[in-house]
C-alpha cells in the first residue's frame, strides 16, 4: 500500500531536549515536506527536498533541521525543542515533475507537545 | 501570505451540491489550482487540480473561470462524511517549489 509513515505519533517531550520525528514514504517519491499546523494559522510549511541531499526553507524553518540522505527518508529534527514549537506535524511527499508536486500524499501526523 | 482566498467557513444541506469558492487573482500563467480536504486532524487528502479547463474526477469537479482568477470546486452530492476543512491552493513560485496551504473554508454539511 502506497504510503507516507511518521513515527511517533505522539511525542511530549521537555525544553531542551533533542528529537527527531521520522518520515518515509513507499511511492519512490522525489519530493518530500514538513508542515506544522496550529489553530487559526492553517498548515505552514517548515522544509521540502527535491531529492537526496538537497532541502530548502519553507516559511517557517526557525528551529528545525532536517536531512535527506535517502530518497524515502526525510526526518524532521528539534535540536533544542520550545513550547512554541508544540504543534501538530505532517509529513507529506509526491513526485516533482510538472504538476505532480502539487499533488501531495500526507502522513498521519505526530502531535507533538513540549512543556 | 498564501495567494489564495477562501471564506473561512460554509454551510450546505445534506445531498445538495456544495460550491467551495477560491480566488486567486495573482496566479501566474504556469501554476497549477490544487484542491484538498482536511478532515478533522488527518493529514490533508489531495482532491483535484487544474490549470485552465475544467476537471472532474471520482470525487469532485473544478471549475476555473476563463481568466484564471477564481475557481469553484463542486462536490455534487455531499453527504456528512464531506464535513471537512478545504484548502486551495497555487504554487508560490515553481522555481523554488513551496507550497503555501492557507487557512482554507470549514464546510458543515447540514443533516
Known amino acids: 500500500e502506497a504510503q507516507v509513515t511518521q513515527n511517533p505519533r505522539y511525542l511530549i517531550t521537555v525544553t531542551g531536549k533533542k528529537l527527531t520525528v521520522t518520515c518515509s514514504q513507499n511511492m519512490n517519491h522525489e519530493y518530500m515536506s514538513w508542515y506544522r499546523q496550529d489553530p487559526g494559522l492553517g498548515l505552514r510549511q517548515i522544509y521540502y527536498s527535491m531529492n537526496v541531499e538537497v532541502t530548502d526553507k519553507g516559511d517557517v524553518p526557525e528551529g528545525y533541521k532536517v536531512s535527506r540522505k535517502e530518497k524515502r527518508n526525510f526526518p524532521l529534527i528539534l535540536e533544542s525543542p520550545s513550547p512554541n514549537q508544540t504543534s501538530l506535524y505532517f509529513c507529506?511527499?509526491?513526485?516533482?515533475?510538472?504538476?505532480?508536486?502539487?499533488?501531495?500524499?500526507f502522513g498521519p501526523g505526530t502531535r507533538l507537545t513540549v512543556t | 501570505d498564501a495567494k489564495t482566498t477562501q471564506p473561512t467557513s460554509m454551510d450546505c444541506a445534506e445531498g445538495r451540491a456544495a460550491n467551495l469558492p477560491c480566488n486567486h487573482s495573482?496566479?501566474?500563467?504556469?501554476?497549477?489550482v490544487y484542491w484538498y480536504r482536511q478532515i478533522h486532524s488527518q493529514g490533508p487528502q489531495y482532491i483535484i487540480h487544474?490549470?485552465?479547463n475544467n476537471e472532474t474526477n471520482e470525487m469532485a469537479s473544478l471549475i476555473i473561470t476563463e481568466d484564471r482568477k477564481s475557481s469553484t470546486l463542486i462536490l455534487p452530492h455531499a453527504t456528512l462524511r464531506d464535513t471537512a476543512v478545504y484548502y486551495c491552493?497555487?504554487?508560490?513560485?515553481?522555481?523554488?517549489?513551496?507550497?503555501?496551504f492557507g487557512k482554507g473554508t470549514r464546510l458543515h454539511i447540514l443533516p
Open positions: 487544474g490549470l485552465k
Open positions: 507529506a511527499s509526491s513526485w516533482s515533475s510538472g504538476s505532480a508536486i502539487g499533488r501531495q500524499y
Open positions: 495573482t496566479i501566474s500563467g504556469n501554476e497549477y
Open positions: 491552493i497555487v504554487r508560490v513560485d515553481p522555481r523554488d517549489d513551496k507550497i503555501i
